[in-house]
């Protein structure tokens, strides 16, 4: 497997490998490109560990959801930059056996895993997990698992948590560590370091990239991976099906709260005007009969058209409604008569231009004191 020896990740050109978008295989990242490691297994992006601080955390809440929300918190002391510049990603439990509530997390600073999904979004690895390097080393049950390769040092330690560093500094940490035992499964350590023989391990890039992403996948939160999209032709399908039905169920939804809407600020309307034209009128119960009792009987008159006339009247003056008081209405021969208070010098010619607006015969006159009547035909 190629080493990842680049830290930070800035955009450039593709890999020379495949051409994208890439379905599947293990990929490993190098600087600005990902390269290919093995076609075989789904998609599976190895990042540096370098980049990625590898922590044991105990949360001991019921959820993941809360467990996702007391991260930050539960590990503010163990990390020196601003808890808003880093990416927490919450892995498998290290210990279910002697500790339930542990957990592996994956600290990344947030500008660096923005770039590294760009860089997989641009190459067709959108839907890929992104593990850190050293999870592939097989977990040891003491001590540190260590693979040298090109002057690089990865340990995974049997605490589940991990680390990488350049090979001339492996001693130094290990004697700092209190010299653990060494379980070498790459080529042989040089310096003094000791390290028991063990055997190879024998499972493929695919098999290791599937374990690593189970333990920890750092596409999580606002990095999240992209589910993977569908055929074409269904997917062109599903959204036809699914436009379809959510503009017909939109469109009686807004059919229904539009016809509401006018109809209650009917009513309101039609209510004013009655307190009006009838003070002390009780309009709690049905509004039209209420109306029609209030007019004069006569055979020659049609109750029944004054209440839709008097809507329309006042949805016309609708934005005159401020300027206009009314002191009474009339409603005979098809004809009702609104008799206003004085106002504004051209009140009246702004009425009379707000009934023709609104198609309704009707117009408007100005006394000499000023008064308007205002008269509307239900013809």
């Not at 978008?21 to 490691?37: F, Q, S």
């Not at 880093?86 to 290290?94: P, V």
């Not at 210990?95 to 600073?109: F, K, Q, S, T």
Request: charged share 20%; net charge neutral.
């Amino acid at each position: 497997m190629r080493p990842t020896h680049e830290a930070s990740v800035t955009r450039g050109a593709r890999t020379p490998d495949l051409p994208p978008p890439h379905a599947g295989g293990v990929w490993t990242l190098a600087g600005d490109r990902l390269i290919i490691v093995s076609a075989e297994g789904p998609a599976t992006i190895l990042v540096p560990t370098e980049r990625v601080r590898l922590l044991n955390v105990d949360l001991p809440l019921p959820n993941r959801a809360r467990r996702l929300a007391a991260l930050p918190f539960a590990i503010e002391d163990q990390v020196a930059e601003p808890l808003d510049s880093l990416h927490f990603a919450l892995g498998a439990r290290t210990d279910p056996a002697g500790a339930p509530n542990r957990y592996l997390v994956g600290v990344v600073r947030a500008e660096i895993m923005a770039a590294w999904t760009a860089l997989a979004d641009e190459q067709g690895l959108g839907g890929a997990p992104m593990v850190p390097d050293v999870l592939l080393l097989p977990r040891p049950v003491e001590g540190w698992a260590v693979s040298v390769r090109d002057g690089r040092a990865l340990v995974l330690a049997a605490d589940g948590t991990g680390f990488a560093m350049p090979e001339a500094l492996l001693g130094a940490a290990w004697a700092a560590a209190g010299q653990p035992r060494i379980h070498n499964v790459g080529v042989p350590l040089g310096g003094d370091l000791p390290a028991d023989a063990t055997t190879p391990d024998l499972r493929d890039d695919a098999t290791r990239a599937d374990v690593a992403a189970a333990e920890l996948n750092l596409r999580q939160g606002a990095f999240a991976a992209r589910r993977e999209r569908v055929s074409g032709g269904w997917r062109r399908l599903g959204w036809i099906l699914g436009l379809g039905a959510a503009a017909h169920i939109l469109i009686a939804g807004g059919d229904a709260l539009m016809l509401r809407s006018i109809a209650d600020r009917r009513a309101a309307e039609t209510r004013a005007l009655v307190s009006v034209a009838a003070p002390g009128t009780d309009l709690t119960g049905d509004l039209k009969a209420t109306v029609t009792d209030l007019l004069p009987a006569g055979g020659a008159r049609a109750p029944d058209r004054f209440v839709p006339l008097l809507a329309r009247v006042s949805a016309a003056l609708g934005p005159l409604a401020g300027s206009i008081a009314v002191r009474s209405v009339r409603y005979e021969g098809r004809v009702m008569t609104m008799d206003c208070d004085p106002g504004p010098p051209d009140l009246a010619a702004r009425i009379a231009a707000a009934l023709r607006a609104g198609r309704i015969q009707g117009q408007a006159t100005a006394s000499p004191d000023g008064s308007i009547r205002i008269t509307a035909s239900a013809a």
